[in-house]
């Protein structure tokens, strides 16, 4: 029998993705890409935007048409489910599944493939199930994600992340390094911490930067890379272990405003300059260290002025990738009752204004690598190539044909590549 998973959001629902995949196959089940020759097809939705649920309908509606063709089990999960959306959003669906259930789906399949229906009655229940996922594969990825975190406590004035996924708990401090060290008998040499709020980790007096300095003490060829990181939880003193030459020389900032005033109305607990001194930090212990991040434009009473401070915070951070989003209205958040909405003609000038600024960053950014070598982890071969990332990640294609997948190498930067802004060209 065959099997799907799609996966839309960030890279927590990739990780559980990849675990409910890898026990599937475990049980005899064939993994394929293809959702139009699958006989089930796994959903792994997500809802962080308008724009997400409008792909999430999409997705479903596609599959709902298969199965007036042919036999097609259904089954969605994620946070496009959690948020509780219209009863019509769903029709064609088999199985609806809950994040604080998502780990039992492939009890679930296993049921159902036995002849047993298909329930979630068929599925062990687990107290801490949330940390149930502990792939023995990546879907042919040569980096590894590991859940240390899960859930959030905040409560951002836009974001309904809280109700989708609970509130924070962490993996035992013991049971980190214990996966973390399998990873790498895997033979996987680059993983990505992951978690809705890594930097909230805490276990029995344990924080983000215990587990980091325990996992860089490791022996071996590897590096390990944080994902999304909060600006005011953020302990600055884990940059120190990248001098060790494992942890990566990149982080992903959680900014969303370069205004105060914003940052203050969107109920985040850091300032701009809080930014600003990360990325001065960072640059300290690594001269070319890679910065990226999140930003909202248009957030209710964002001004002209507001756009401009978060314009000039974004060139003093010095971003060279970033993923602009602009304001997306969450039903049953502060922010979606708020007045002086801001008009979507403004809202997509001031994400076009954002992107080119950012375009030339990177350009700026990544011709100080030019006639430099970069230790690369090439990871996608096609066009003639293979693409991969530095330690700082720069994205990388080069036309060798001496690289391996999932061993690194060192590329010497030749050009810059104009029509991806991220990527530089090397031999």
Not at 34 to 46: E, G, M, Q, Y
Not at 138 to 143: D, P
Not at 284 to 300: A, H, Q, R
């Amino acid at each position: 029998m065959k099997f799907c998973i799609v996966t839309h959001g960030c890279k927590l629902n990739q990780f559980e993705s990849s675990a409910i995949e890898s026990k599937l196959s475990r049980i005899g089940l064939e993994y394929i890409e293809d959702p139009r020759s699958a006989d089930i097809v796994i959903f792994n939705s997500c809802s962080v935007t308008n724009n997400a649920d409008r792909k999430a309908r999409k997705f479903i509606r596609q599959v709902s048409r298969l199965k007036g063709e042919r036999d097609v089990v259904f089954i969605v999960t994620g946070c496009f489910v959690q948020e509780g959306n219209e009863e019509g959003d769903f029709s064609g669906v088999d199985l609806l599944v809950s994040n604080k259930d998502k780990y039992r789906i492939p009890d679930v399949v296993k049921g159902f493939v036995e002849g047993k229906g298909l329930s979630l009655e068929n599925a062990v229940t687990r107290e801490n199930g949330r940390f149930e996922f502990e792939p023995d594969s990546f879907l042919g990825r040569t980096r590894a994600f590991l859940k240390i975190q899960d859930g959030c406590d905040r409560v951002c004035s836009f974001c309904r992340v809280p109700f989708a996924r609970g509130r924070s708990v962490s993996l035992e401090y013991d049971e980190v390094i214990r996966r973390f060290k399998r990873l790498l008998d895997l033979g996987y040499r680059e993983i990505v911490i992951t978690g809705v709020n890594i930097t909230s980790y805490y276990w029995n007096g344990y924080g983000l930067k215990d587990l980091v300095k325990a996992m860089v003490s490791v022996e071996g060829d590897f590096r390990v890379r944080l994902s999304s990181i909060m600006p005011d939880e953020f302990d600055v003193g884990i940059l120190e272990f990248v001098r060790e030459g494992k942890l990566a020389p990149h982080l992903h900032l959680s900014m969303q405003s370069g205004s105060d005033r914003i940052i203050r109305k969107m109920r985040r607990d850091y300032t701009s300059s809080d930014l600003v001194r990360i990325s001065e930090i960072a640059r300290k212990y690594y001269e070319g260290f890679g910065l990226t991040g999140d930003v909202i434009v248009g957030f209710p009473g964002e001004t002209e002025d507001d756009f401009r401070q978060t314009v000039e915070v974004v060139k003093r951070v010095g971003f060279f990738r970033l993923h602009i989003f602009p304001f997306s209205l969450r039903r049953g958040t502060v922010a979606s009752v708020m007045p002086e909405q801001v008009c979507y003609e403004v809202k997509k000038e001031r994400e076009k204004v954002l992107f080119d600024v950012v375009k030339e960053i990177s350009f700026d950014f990544r011709k100080k690598f030019l006639g430099k070598e970069v230790r690369v982890l090439p990871e996608e071969f096609c066009d003639g190539g293979v693409y991969g990332y530095a330690d700082n990640y720069l994205r990388v294609f080069s036309k060798s044909a001496s690289f391996r997948k999932g061993e690194f190498c060192y590329i010497r930067v030749k050009e810059l590549d104009r029509e991806d802004i991220a990527t530089v060209v090397g031999e």
